[in-house]
């Protein structure tokens, strides 16, 4: 077959044409630092790419609803904190009550202290968090409890928050049950203990029983505390799954679609000497005339 001058120029220009591809490529992958730049460079790497981020993406979510399930949990184990403390400082007001040689005004005295620990149990009782109150259920948006410790809107529904596959974890602590923490029971006790101090026809022995009951609802924050800490407890070891997780998912990320700097400037440097070499034969190839010839 018959070699003509202008075949040889169009093989230059097209092998020319693909040695500015892949110099095109590897400047692509240093300045962006991935492998491809484009699905159709590589459609293996950018769906496996679009699978590794999509997890990533839920592991963060999931990262961010623990934030929120530790607001809950923290909150509500403060309250009840806050909670045992007033009621035993009530426990200590009862066992003083209790004692024959305090008088009718210093008894009074002691039922208007008991008066503002009530109140401050209801606050607690109502505490809200994020504009939602932690302690009525679902009903994050009305208050449990009058300021009298009546009954206002009550719900006794659990709330879950989503924090891995398929795992939704219960948050808030519920007063439904047989010993709730808080209960309009308990504030309908407090206010009849001040009451009874005000009486003064009731003597020492009238307050005994009131020490045992607020041993009672002390009892009821106690076992609440214990269950709360227990889902805190499972909060810990979900956030330390996912951490691990992360850690894996962003690594085969990484491995999937970053390019090795090291190795895209090894490639780009031996191609960039082969561009050089082909555009040094191409100006051979190219540059004879007959007018060269006729020399």
Do not use: C
């Not at 230059?12 to 591809?21: C, G, M, P, V």
């Not at 300045?31 to 990533?56: C, F, H, W």
């Not at 049950?177 to 009849?192: E, H, K, L, N, V």
């Amino acid at each position: 077959m018959r070699i003509t001058q202008s075949m040889l120029a169009q093989n230059f220009l097209r092998n020319l044409s693909r040695s500015y591809d892949r110099l095109g490529i590897y400047q692509d992958q240093l300045s962006t630092g991935k492998k491809i730049t484009r699905p159709s460079q590589d459609p293996v790497v950018a769906m496996k790419g679009v699978n590794y981020r999509t997890e990533l993406t839920e592991i963060q979510q999931y990262q961010r609803n623990l934030s929120e399930v530790r607001s809950w949990m923290d909150n509500s184990d403060t309250a009840l904190d806050k909670a045992t403390k007033a009621l035993q400082r009530l426990r200590e007001l009862a066992v003083q009550a209790s004692t024959d040689t305090y008088e009718t005004d210093q008894r009074s005295n002691i039922a208007s202290e008991i008066d503002q620990l009530k109140a401050h149990l209801v606050d607690i009782a109502n505490t809200k968090v994020n504009n939602k109150y932690i302690f009525n259920g679902t009903k994050t948006n009305v208050n449990r409890f009058n300021d009298d410790g009546t009954i206002n809107d009550p719900s006794d529904d659990p709330v879950y928050i989503e924090v891995s596959d398929g795992v939704n974890l219960q948050v808030n602590v519920t007063l439904g049950g047989a010993d709730p923490a808080f209960s309009d029971a308990m504030f309908q006790r407090i206010q009849d203990f001040a009451d009874d101090l005000r009486d003064p026809a009731l003597s020492g022995d009238d307050f005994d029983h009131y020490i045992d009951e607020l041993d009672g609802f002390i009892q009821n924050i106690v076992d609440e505390r214990a269950d709360l800490g227990a889902r805190m407890n499972r909060v810990d070891l979900i956030e330390d799954r996912l951490s691990a997780r992360e850690v894996v998912a962003s690594r085969v990320l990484s491995d999937n679609e970053d390019a090795d700097i090291e190795e895209v400037i090894m490639n780009l440097k031996t191609q960039e000497s082969v561009h050089r070499a082909a555009l040094s034969v191409g100006a051979r190839i190219i540059q004879p005339t007959l007018i060269d010839f006729l020399r």
